[in-house]
Each structure stands twice: as C-alpha cells, then as structure tokens.
C-alpha cells in the first residue's frame, strides 16, 4: 500500500501562492493561450482553449448557482489552492465576494464548489 504524506494546509497554500504569483509576473507565459494550472510541485499544466459550448455550458451554471444561492457571487476560470496545485474551476459559488487583488477563491469554508468540465478530466466535451 501507498501512502502520501501531504503538508499541512497552510504550507501548501503558501506554497501555491508563492508559485502562482510567480506565474502571474512571467510576461512570456502571460502569452500563452489556454488554462493554466500547477500541480502539486509547481509544475505547469497547460489545456487548450475549450470549445464555444463549453462557455454556454460555464454560463448557464453561472446563472443556475445565482439565481439559486443567497448571497455571493458567481466565479468562473477561478483559480483555487489545493494539495494537489493550483486548479481552475471552470465555475464557483463564493459566500462572499471576491477582491481584485485576491489570487485564489477565498478559502475553506466560503467557496460552495465548482465545476470543471470532462474535458479537463481527459475526456472529450
């Protein structure tokens, strides 16, 4: 049996935030068209742009989760920290809102969920 020995939450929050603020001021990578996401060294995951049905698809859970939930709001291609890197939902439910400055959803206990499509699980749309 194998067992991973994962760090505790906060270094592997401080982690990705230290690795996605990184990523952030790269100009190069900036250009690069598609998702980006990080897994659990740091290491860059790139997926290409998503069909035209996947933003109907992103936009009509976005509307769902608003005209559903109470307060909050809707984020789409949201960056969140997890054990295993940095991963973009395709769409979010935040208890509270967002700021511009933020890098990641807010954590535990505010974000309600996400969904990321089969396309990013390696099956086709």
């Known amino acids: 049996m194998l067992t ?5 939450h906060k270094t592997r929050a401080a982690f990705n935030l230290r690795r996605w603020a990184e990523l952030l001021a790269d100009r190069e990578l900036a250009k690069v068209e ?10 860059i995951i790139l997926s290409p742009i998503p069909a035209p049905s996947h933003g109907s698809f992103q936009s ?3 509307h769902l989760l608003r005209s559903l939930m109470g307060t909050g709001c809707v984020l789409t291609e949201c ?3 997890t054990a295993d890197g940095v991963k973009a ?3 979010a439910w935040a208890h509270e809102a967002v700021g511009r400055a933020s890098r990641f959803c807010p954590g ?3 974000l309600c969920g996400g969904y990321v499509s089969e396309q990013y699980r390696g099956r086709n749309p």
């Open 89 to 91: 939902a395709d769409v």
């Open 60 to 62: 009509e859970i976005g």
């Open 34 to 43: 598609g998702r980006i996401e990080t897994d659990r060294h740091g290491h």
């Open 79 to 81: 960056p969140i920290s």
């Open 108 to 110: 535990t206990g505010h």
């Open 4 to 8: 991973l020995e994962l760090p505790p």
